[in-house]
């Protein structure tokens, strides 16, 4: 009983460590590319985020399942063939069921085959670790990475379009184009990056001042 | 007693202080908004007004929400005054306000406060506005628009006049009776702070006179018109009180001029080539982005160093003592 309890309890921790404590966009910085540049609105990030999550949930049961025949020389390029492999079959399924999406995701649909997110949970997880382990890392990671998009979207959407999920909301101010805007794009990833460091109180790196061409100049470099 | 000092240097301190210089640029700028008042009206000033106080407000806000200390400083009101300076007249105050936020939030404080930061505020929240509020910030009223006796609200700027439209003369535009972004119009009035920062020594001439002399000098190639070129738009206000700040510019003199003479040739390159009418506040961008590199390539010679010879004429000595 106290053993079945255990091994939920594991295989919670690693569902939820992707999801908040090792959030592949706000902790890692992986995946940069589709986070940018798609995220102008919420349902094409939400799109993505869940295509993304389907892909690696199921390369990774592969990987994992695959991870002793794999010679390590050629490891990377068998990942890739694996990823792919599903990168194609959502693709075709979104394209019969969700034209839409399909045409408005576009190529960022066939780069979920390069996404990083991806191939470092290959590298790191799922090539060392059980198959049922592996599979909620990545629904974990998957969901995490789709949570980060929907908040990017949320934020750019609103403030960028005044809608959300194309549902026009009450006019506060004129909509501010800037922020459907690649520029837009990275203003938001570093507000929202800080607010979340900030809410899970992590602390940055102490750089030392060996280095800075201010050094003497400021009060902290005249301290050290 | 003992009178003998003994410290370490600097020994000679200048009386010039932050506050000091703020306070001289604040001064110069004073005749172009008394200019821009005489022409588009009382809102000038108070769209000033509320640009210079919602910057101090949000500096002060900052500093207590980071914890850093604060005191009242001339700084934030001359960058709120020159963002608002590159507003049209009619401009909604909380698109004003938004400005601010971006120009003493993201761009200066961000990036460590004052001295720090990379690029100009005023001009990096004016690209933001412009990207933003297009149609607002586009809107372009005529000269004395707030009297009774004036037919046409809007007309456009100079630079964007259609062909065949009539284009202000040279006295109007060294006055600064045409439309644009309020404080940019008056030449005379933004000339008279530029003689009053150099003779306090505030800035230096040369970045001035590099931007404005190359835009002066392309546009006379081109065979365009090079009054035009020269009078309208933001290049003097760019020129003299954007790309001469002193943390986002080069600081040898022939890295002013480097800088000078690049945002001349982008500023050019925009107006000519881009469908965009005016292009100072991108060109002071770019190179405020480039002015590291600048500072690189122009560093000062110390007295007496002997500079190694490159690799070039290296090699040739080298070959040239084999054949000895």
């Given at each position: 009983?106290?053993?079945?309890?255990?091994?939920?309890?594991?295989?919670?921790?690693?569902?939820?460590?992707?999801?908040?404590?090792?959030?592949?966009?706000?902790?890692?910085?992986?995946?940069?590319?589709?986070?940018?540049?798609?995220?102008?609105?919420?349902?094409?990030?939400?799109?993505?985020?869940?295509?993304?999550?389907?892909?690696?949930?199921?390369?990774?049961?592969?990987?994992?399942?695959?991870?002793?025949?794999?010679?390590?020389?050629?490891?990377?390029?068998?990942?890739?063939?694996?990823?792919?492999?599903?990168v194609t079959f959502v693709g075709l399924m979104l394209k019969a069921f969700l034209p839409d999406l399909y045409d408005q995701l576009g190529i960022f649909l066939s780069l979920i085959a390069v996404n990083c997110v991806i191939l470092s949970r290959a590298e790191v997880f799922a090539s060392k670790n059980g198959v049922l382990a592996s599979a909620f890392d990545g629904l974990g990671m998957g969901l995490g990475f789709t949570l980060a998009l929907f908040i990017m979207g949320t934020i750019r959407e609103i403030l960028g379009t005044g809608t959300w999920f194309n549902i026009a909301l009450p006019e506060l101010s004129e909509p501010m184009t800037i922020f459907i805007y690649p520029a837009g794009g990275f203003f938001t990833l570093g507000f929202v990056i800080a607010a979340v460091n900030k809410f899970m109180k992590r602390r940055p790196h102490n750089i030392s001042c060996d280095n800075c061409p201010h050094k003497g100049m400021c009060r902290r470099g005249e301290e050290e | 007693m003992n009178k003998l000092i003994i410290?370490?240097?600097?020994?000679?301190?200048?009386?010039?202080?932050?506050?000091?210089?703020?306070?001289?640029?604040?001064?110069?700028?004073?005749?172009?908004?008394?200019?821009?008042?005489?022409?588009?009206?009382?809102?000038?000033?108070?769209?000033?007004?509320?640009?210079?106080?919602?910057?101090?407000?949000?500096?002060?806000?900052?500093?207590?929400?980071?914890?850093?200390?604060?005191?009242?400083?001339?700084?934030?009101?001359?960058?709120?005054?020159?963002?608002?300076?590159?507003?049209?007249?009619?401009?909604?105050?909380?698109?004003?306000?938004?400005?601010?936020?971006?120009?003493?939030?993201?761009?200066?404080?961000?990036?460590?406060?004052?001295?720090?930061?990379?690029?100009?505020?005023?001009?990096?929240?004016?690209?933001?506005?412009?990207?933003?509020?297009?149609?607002?910030?586009?809107?372009?009223?005529?000269?004395?628009?707030?009297?009774?006796?004036?037919?046409?609200?809007?007309?456009?700027?100079?630079?964007?006049?259609?062909?065949?439209?009539?284009?202000?003369?040279?006295?109007?535009?060294?006055?600064?009776?045409?439309s644009g972004s309020f404080g940019e119009t008056s030449i005379i009035a933004l000339l008279i702070g530029f003689v009053f920062l150099l003779m306090t020594r505030v800035i230096r001439v040369v970045t001035p006179v590099a931007f404005v002399g190359t835009v002066a000098l392309g546009a006379f190639i081109a065979g365009e018109n090079v009054g035009l070129h020269v009078l309208s738009g933001g290049l003097i206000l760019g020129a003299v009180y954007m790309a001469t700040d002193y943390s986002t510019t080069p600081v040898s003199m022939s890295g002013k001029f480097v800088f000078g003479v690049g945002c001349g040739i982008i500023t050019l390159a925009i107006r000519f080539f881009s469908d965009m009418p005016e292009g100072v506040s991108y060109a002071i961008l770019i190179m405020n982005i480039l002015t590291y590199y600048i500072d690189k390539i122009t560093f000062p010679r110390p007295f007496g160093m002997v500079r190694e010879p490159s690799v070039f004429f290296r090699k040739k000595k080298e070959e040239e003592t084999k054949d000895v």
């Open positions: 009983m106290r053993k079945g309890l255990k091994t939920i309890n594991k295989y919670f921790s690693i569902f939820s460590k992707g999801v908040i404590k090792e959030n592949p966009v706000f902790f890692t910085l992986l995946g940069m590319c589709p986070t940018l540049a798609l995220t102008s609105s919420a349902e094409n990030s939400v799109g993505l985020g869940i295509a993304t999550m389907f892909v690696l949930t199921c390369s990774n049961i592969v990987i994992s399942l695959l991870k002793n025949l794999i010679p390590s020389q050629v490891r990377l390029p068998c990942y890739i063939v694996i990823i792919s492999g599903f | 410290e370490p240097s600097p020994h000679i301190r200048s009386k010039n202080t932050t506050d000091k210089i703020m306070m001289r640029v604040l001064i110069a700028l004073a005749p172009a908004l008394a200019m821009s008042v005489y022409i588009f009206g009382i809102r000038a000033l108070y769209l000033s007004i509320v640009c210079m106080g919602s910057c101090i407000i949000f500096e002060s806000l900052f500093r207590r929400f980071v914890r850093k200390d604060f005191s009242i400083d001339p700084s934030p009101a001359v960058t709120g005054l020159l963002l608002a300076f590159c507003l049209p007249v009619t401009l909604p105050y909380y698109i004003a306000i938004i400005g601010c936020f971006v120009a003493i939030v993201v761009v200066k404080q961000l990036f460590g406060g004052l001295g720090q930061n990379f690029a100009n505020p005023a001009v990096v929240a004016r690209i933001v506005l412009m990207l933003s509020f297009t149609s607002q910030m586009t809107y372009w009223v005529s000269p004395f628009w707030y009297r009774d006796d004036v037919d046409t609200i809007t007309s456009a700027t100079p630079l964007a006049v259609e062909a065949g439209e009539q284009l202000p003369g040279l006295w109007d535009l060294l006055m600064g009776f045409h």
